[in-house]
């Protein structure tokens, strides 16, 4: 089994940034994606950003250029900082951790970008 736990949500304005970590423990493996899926109410879950164990990103178009995902594999750690937030980008953040098997998630982790 693996465990994520997420740190670094909370409220911020408008403009201003945020930093997500996850942490990853457990029966993990280097050959993994990782990264942050968000869900909004009455919306499906949402992939905000991924990274291979290669270093191969990708991203939402509506994030690239404010957001930046990072991993340190001997860590076990996955890292999303975020900056110009917007209003929009409010949601549960999930960390994800994806093996060929099967994916497991984080609790999920509250941002709140007020006007």
């Known amino acids: 089994q693996v465990q994520l736990v997420e740190s670094g949500g909370g409220l911020v304005q408008a403009g201003g940034s945020l930093r997500l970590s996850c942490a990853a423990s457990?029966?993990?493996?280097?050959?993994?994606?990782m990264g942050w899926y968000r869900q909004v109410p009455g919306k499906q879950r949402e992939l905000v950003a991924g990274?291979?164990?290669?270093?191969?990103?990708n991203y939402a178009d509506s994030v690239k250029g404010r957001f930046t995902i990072s991993r340190d594999i001997t860590k076990n750690s996955v890292y999303l900082q975020m900056s110009s937030l917007k209003p929009e980008d409010t949601a549960v953040y999930y960390c994800y951790h994806r093996q060929v098997t099967q994916t497991y998630w984080g609790q999920g982790t509250q941002v709140t970008v007020s006007s």
């Open positions: 990274i291979s164990s290669f270093g191969t990103t």
């Open positions: 457990g029966s993990t493996f280097s050959n993994s994606y």
